[in-house]
């Protein structure tokens, strides 16, 4: 499968605990973007990221999180002192500069947090 | 920053039946608009986008309009069928020099095609 891979694909927490997501994007795609899905709702845009360099930042994006992508390939995002609001399924995406940017989602983990 | 709306909310049509789904946008430097299907617990997919410099686009049974003066975008489905059943998501991305390239959604369409 040479689509945009996320693990775990399920998380389950207590809240102020802190998790970590993992995404690895499809090869030779320099831009990577995270969203976060709540249930009924559109993706809505957290971050993204053009090869290494994080570019911008939802003002969704409390202090609480933070995502990196140091070798400018897979990325993580992650969630400290986690509350329950922070409950939802947690999209990844990538698309290249050369093929039209068109955005390839990931399967997404979804996030529980009692 | 921009805003897209989706309406309506819920369609159910009969197989064979077209479907319409329509959304606006706000922001006038949008460029690019992706129609995304995703199914119950899956990821989603995209089944067809369109750029500012066209006004129409088919894929088979499934066909977008843009409408720039007005600020909206519409899909059509025809001849749908049970596999069409999903929820269908619209979006919008503001050109690189006005805003990056995130995607605004809308909020979804639930699509249920009854036999």
């Known amino acids: 499968d040479t689509g945009v891979s996320q693990d775990p694909r399920h998380k389950i927490t207590k809240r102020g605990q802190n998790v970590t997501f993992r995404c690895d994007p499809i090869s030779e795609h320099n831009r990577l973007y995270w969203y976060r899905q709540t249930l009924g709702q559109g993706p809505e845009f957290l971050t993204y990221?053009?090869?290494?360099?994080?570019?911008?930042k939802s003002r969704l994006l409390s202090d609480r999180f933070s995502a990196e992508r140091p070798k400018g390939s897979f990325s993580t995002l992650e969630i400290q002192r986690t509350e329950q609001g922070d409950s939802a399924m947690y999209l990844c995406?990538?698309?290249?500069?050369?093929?039209?940017?068109?955005?390839?989602f990931g399967p997404g983990t979804r996030l529980l947090v009692l | 920053g921009e805003n897209v709306e989706q309406h309506p909310s819920t369609l159910s049509v009969q197989e064979g039946d077209s479907a319409v789904i329509k959304c606006t946008y706000s922001?006038?430097?949008?460029?690019?608009f992706p129609w995304y299907k995703q199914e119950l617990g899956k990821r989603p997919q995209l089944i067809i986008d369109i750029r500012s410099n066209v006004g129409e686009k088919k894929d088979q049974r499934i066909a977008v309009t843009l409408n720039k003066t007005a600020k909206h975008f519409s899909l059509h489905i025809t001849e749908t069928q049970p596999e069409d059943s999903a929820v269908y998501f619209c979006a919008a991305r503001p050109s690189v020099a006005g805003g990056g390239n995130k995607l605004t959604f809308g909020t979804g369409t639930q699509l249920k095609v009854e036999l």
């Open positions: 990221f053009q090869n290494e360099a994080q570019l911008e």
């Open positions: 922001d006038s430097a949008s460029n690019y």
């Open positions: 995406a990538s698309s290249s500069l050369d093929r039209g940017e068109t955005q390839y």
